[in-house]
């Protein structure tokens, strides 16, 4: 038993492995190791595609990631005060949201989103007769909307999970020191969720900036890093893909351990 | 203006004594009365604790002192004005609650400070900071303002939570069973503290709990509650000398009780034919009608435990002994009255002799002592 633990590990974290290893190639094919060279990080970091790639992602991610924190945190906040089958029934919901297929989410996006521009774009030609109307498209905006919506079930799980456990006396006994509601709220529940927020924030970056399926659909015109490194794959992988990909891995990586650290520390100070 | 009457004149002397007061006063959870009708007064600067069960509408009757629940029907008024719907922000009231519900995120000197800050327009910070070291002195923990809440005990985050109340001066502090989490020294001690508090700071103190020897020991007033409603309310002394029910003795100390039928006594005394065929004479306090059932209540220090017999004693036998000091209690057993409780004073105890399990013995009591009370 514990060499076929052994097996699924090695299968699991070799691929990855040898992809940070190659990147790190002096030669130009990705299945020959010549030697020790970092030039491929160089040659990616200065290849205008790449940094164009990474900066739609970085906007994206960061984009979405501040709405999903947003309304995320306002829709676990509403969800608290629900009570019973109504509640129940939201939280199943969020969690089916959670486990849907990207390539679901992203089919399904892609054609709620086409049918509002359908309706939408008639209207701004109505308004604008001039034929220099603005057009609805895919791009910027849908990426940001669909990876914010995804997102927004990751933050709603993680903050229901911490006001579950939060003692709610507190809030009774802000009130009972003379603090109006909108006062609580800042000096008491939201200092209090606070680690989660940021958490919930750290993970819909991270998902937002790896994720190709959702991306693939509603990217329109645009290209996110992933996108980029899916239609260069298709010309051969380089050691520059594989730099690429390394570097993703270390910024999501990274940002996943700061989330843990940040919800684990919050569990242990606000918990009792 | 002051009336020269308010002196004599009970009617205006009390609505001016009470710091607050329901008014009829009923909650209602869906079908369950939580306050049933309440009307009662609580008067400026006393201790009045709140005793009953769980379930038994105590802790719904200081929330809606507090301002958390809103009365279904009837009135509350604090200090006179109708508060029924002012939220609990706007109430110049503060709470201990139960598991103190301290501040995880704000360091001891902050969750103190916390009432001060929300004022408006804010107090000077100098003003703060002194109001917060005396109330930290005054709970006996000097220089623990900078500690974080999680590195103090439980006795001590107690403390935190009743200065963070009493830095505010309110003109009702209310505890809700604010001594329950903590072991049986400690509470003695915080017993004793709060009472001392009490009187020091002159504010009036609601308790809740379910503690008979804590609202004993503690308060000016007890209200026994029982299905939303004050079954009896009196000083410690009067509903332990004077319980009007059989509810109100079980509860307030131990008590013996012998079950059986009533029947009028001369001289205002009463009867009580037990099903075995004895009759037991008792004082009788509340009106009790011919053939009712009621209980003969002995408390267990009224009953005298002698080795021979004198006149109309019961014979018994001796099953436990527990050594408590001061006192020795005994569990006796009568072959038709079942088992009752003894407690003999050390004294009694050194020129009667001891009793071992096993021995048998006799009870007897002054017919003066026992009461004879509705069995409800």
Known sequence: ?272 | MQSPFNEIDPGARDSNSLIAEFREATKRYGDVLAADALSFGIRRGEFLSFLGPSGCGKTTALRMLAGFEVPTSGIVLLDGQRVNEVPAYRRPVNMVFQHYALFPHLSVAENIAYGLLQRRPRPDRADVARKVDRALEMVRLPGFGPRRIWEMSGGQQQRVALARAIVNEPKLLLLDEPLAALDRKLRREMQIELQTLQRQLGITFVLVTHDQEEALSMSDRICIMRGGKIVQSGSPNALYDEPISRYVADFVGKSNFIEGVFSHGPDGTGRILTPSGQLFEGRVSQPLAPNAKASLSIRPEQIELTHVSRGGAEQVTVINRIFLGEHTEYLVRHAALGDLLVLVARQAEASEGGFAPGDTAFIGWAKSTALILVQD
């Open chain 1, 1 to 272: 038993m514990r060499l076929y633990a052994l097996f699924v590990y090695v299968f699991l974290y070799l691929p990855i492995a040898v992809i940070a290893i190659f990147s790190l190639n002096a030669g130009r094919h990705a299945s020959q190791f010549t030697g020790f060279s970092t030039q491929w990080y160089a040659k990616a970091l200065s290849n205008p595609f790449v940094m164009e790639a990474l900066w739609t992602s970085f906007v994206v991610a960061l984009c979405s990631a501040i709405i999903a924190s947003i309304f995320g945190t306002m829709a676990a906040l509403g969800l608290q005060g629900m009570k019973g089958r109504v509640r129940v029934l939201a939280d199943a919901l969020i969690y089916v949201a959670v486990m849907v297929p990207g390539i679901v989410i992203g089919i399904a996006t892609l054609i709620a989103l086409v049918t509002l521009f359908g309706w939408i774009n008639p209207l701004l030609a109505l308004l604008a007769p001039e034929g220099r109307a603005p057009q609805l498209a895919m791009g910027y905006g849908s990426l940001i909307a669909a990876h914010a919506l995804f997102s927004m079930s990751l933050v709603i799980i993680i903050l229901r999970a911490r006001l579950a456990g939060m003692d709610r006396s507190l809030m009774e006994a802000s009130a009972d020191l003379y603090a109006p509601p909108l006062a609580t709220f800042r000096q008491v529940t939201l200092p209090l969720i606070f680690p989660g927020i940021l958490a919930g924030f750290l993970l819909s970056f991270t998902f937002s900036f790896d994720d190709f399926i959702i991306a693939f659909f509603v990217a329109g015109s645009e290209t996110t890093l992933p996108i980029y490194v899916f239609s260069s794959i298709r010309r051969g992988v380089t050691p520059e893909i594989n730099a690429i990909g390394t570097m993703v891995l270390a910024v999501s990586l990274l940002l996943l351990i700061v989330a843990q650290l940040i919800l684990r520390s919050g569990t242990r100070k606000g918990g009792r």
